[in-house]
């Protein structure tokens, strides 16, 4: 018993003199098992083919995570229509107004030969209806534009009944529920009069889903033009 509890003071005393004595205090001395204190850290963009000097060639040419090339974007999704549409950069472009009015400094279209938002009312909501997309879309809705468009979409949110705010129409008015899924996405991304852009805020999806649900409380009616002469059409919004 006291033999080795002598053998086990020694080696001891022998294992910190080893790992305790170093001349250069910049050094860490000796290390008993270095990986235990500084492990391999795996990284992006390393070659794990080559290792501390190790060469391993079955790694050497894997892929590790690649730098996307340029003037690519990234995709997400299956290659099917529905995807492809909503990942694809939105194609209309703002007018050069919204600049000024909504802040946006990118994808302005600068020439007055195209009307994006006219062109807008061609586009379809790539994503095919459904409860959960409806339930999504509520969702939303409820969290971002309910506080001034109302519960029901009557433009009688709480922001508008406490009198901050106005201007904001009922969806079901027929000038509005005339526009296209297309314009409302339109107007919604890059924003319409008082209503500011919400492009940064939600996703193609998601605006495509909050237009599937306000069309179950606005669905669209066919615009019927005036024939009266005695109420000229205003001048159609820029926007
Ligand atoms: C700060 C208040 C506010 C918020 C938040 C807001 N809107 Fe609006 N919205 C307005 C106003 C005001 C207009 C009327 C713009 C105009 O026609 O001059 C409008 C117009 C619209 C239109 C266009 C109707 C048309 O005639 O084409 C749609 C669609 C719409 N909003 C959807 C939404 C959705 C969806 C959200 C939430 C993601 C939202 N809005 C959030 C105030 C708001």
Not at 34 to 56: F, H, K, L, N, Q
Request: charged content about 20%.
């Amino acid at each position: 018993m006291k033999k080795s509890f002598i053998q086990l003071v020694t080696l001891t005393t022998m294992l910190i003199a080893m790992v305790a004595c170093k001349q250069d205090p910049t050094k860490p001395g000796l290390e008993y098992m270095p990986d235990m204190y500084r492990s391999p850290a795996i990284e992006a963009y390393v070659d794990y083919g080559e290792v501390r000097g190790r060469t391993d060639n079955n790694k050497k040419r894997l892929l590790t995570a690649l730098t996307p090339p340029l003037h690519t974007i990234p995709f997400y999704g299956k290659m099917d229509s529905a995807s492809l549409a909503v990942n694809l950069p939105y194609q209309r472009l703002a007018n050069s107004a919204m600049s000024l009015s909504h802040g946006l400094f990118e994808g302005i279209e600068r020439s007055s030969e195209i009307n994006h938002y006219d062109a807008s009312a061609a586009d379809n909501n790539p994503i095919p209806s459904s409860a959960a997309v409806v339930a999504k879309g509520k969702e939303l809705y409820t969290a971002m534009c309910q506080h001034c468009h109302g519960e029901q979409g009557d433009g009688q949110g709480p922001m508008v009944k406490s009198g901050a705010y106005n201007g904001v129409p009922n969806y079901k008015d027929a000038d509005r529920a005339s526009k296209s899924d297309g314009q409302w996405f339109y107007s919604i991304y890059y924003g319409k009069g008082m209503m500011g852009a919400h492009r940064s805020l939600l996703s193609k999806e998601e605006i495509w889903s909050v237009i599937h649900y306000l069309r179950t409380i606005a669905p669209r009616v066919e615009k019927v033009e005036a024939t009266s002469p005695a109420a000229p059409a205003a001048p159609a919004p820029k926007m």
